[in-house]
């Protein structure tokens, strides 16, 4: 009888471990198909060979983890080579109606820590997916901004779009950025969001021209352009609007004079420095004053 109890206590501590025991597919697709028929969100897990992936292995394998995270997730576990990048070990939460709800790597987090973590990001996710999907235009730029720092490609498109369409101007600019990275200067698409902030804008009171002429600075910095066409965008805007801007002015100077002096262009970026000091506030004088004392030498070396 006492065998008997005993073997029935076994197989009932058994049967509870068993329960709280989280399953981990090897195949992705069979994974979504468990993650759709739950209606949950699927974690898949990137493994590598590192000491991160082992720290994460072990905080999976806790108990409390397996108790509480085997009803929120499906999981799947993988090898980085199926990862589409070099980021591993990571963990990728998806909604597969709509992609990724987030990424994150190895973190110092005790099971419970990672798991409010990980809701948080839902949380986060799912309000983000209200404001994307919502007929309304609602918090806009607070859901566009946490989906870029999330990592919700999908939504971060959606509502980069929807804010876009409504003449918005931090979503135009946005836009603009975005195209600007993907895209020639001669891009049509590119070329008529520049032209409706422009018109939106005449004045600049918006900043927009200012944000346009950084934006396109930055992209010919990138590009084999040489520095005086480099420096156009920013030129023209001093010419346009420069005296008008107290605020920024001294920064395109700055701007200027730092990409020249990268170019060993000292002479011209001591010229601009100083334009930069004369519009500066107090504050940050004292700095660029440093700077000029900086290039003076390098002018005369160079001469």
């Known amino acids: 009888m006492t065998i008997r109890i005993l073997v029935l206590s076994i197989l009932f501590c058994f049967n509870i471990l068993y329960a709280e025991t989280i399953t981990w597919y090897s ?3 069979k994974a979504k198909q468990i993650a759709l028929k739950s ?3 699927l974690l898949v897990f990137y493994k590598d060979q590192s000491n991160w992936s082992s720290k994460m292995e072990k905080l999976f394998e806790d108990p409390f ?3 509480k995270a085997k009803s929120l997730f499906a999981f799947c576990k993988l090898d980085k080579k199926l990862s589409n990048s070099s980021f591993t070990p990571k963990v990728t939460l998806l909604d597969l109606d709509y992609g990724v709800i987030t990424e ?3 973190m110092p987090f005790s099971s419970e820590k ?3 973590y990980l809701q948080d990001k839902i949380v986060n996710y799912l309000q983000i997916k209200q404001v994307a999907l919502s007929s309304k235009s609602i918090d806009l730029k607070k859901a566009y901004l946490n989906a870029l720092e999330q990592g919700c490609l999908h939504f971060q498109k959606e509502i980069l779009n929807k804010g876009a369409s ?4 931090f979503f135009l600019l946005a836009k603009f950025e975005s195209l600007l990275q993907t895209s020639s200067m ?3 698409e590119m070329f008529a969001i520049k032209e409706q902030m422009q018109k939106l804008d005449p004045k600049n009171l918006q900043k927009l021209h200012y944000g346009i002429a950084i934006l396109e600075f930055q992209k010919l910095a990138f590009s084999p352009a040489g520095e005086k066409e480099v420096i156009v965008p920013l030129l023209n805007y001093i010419e346009q609007y420069g005296k008008k801007d107290k605020k920024d002015l001294w920064k395109v100077h700055l701007t200027i004079s730092q990409y020249l002096s990268g170019k060993k262009k000292y002479h011209e970026a001591l010229f601009y420095c100083r334009e ?3 519009s500066a506030p107090k504050k940050i004088k004292g700095k660029i004053l440093e700077t000029i004392k900086y290039l003076k030498p390098k002018v005369k070396v160079n001469k």
């Open 186 to 188: 001669e891009d049509a």
């Open 276 to 278: 930069s000091y004369k």
């Open 104 to 106: 994150v790597g190895y």
């Open 27 to 29: 195949n992705l697709e």
């Open 39 to 41: 209606k949950k969100p």
């Open 65 to 67: 983890f397996q108790k």
């Open 166 to 169: 409504q003449n918005i101007p």
């Open 114 to 116: 990672y798991l409010v």
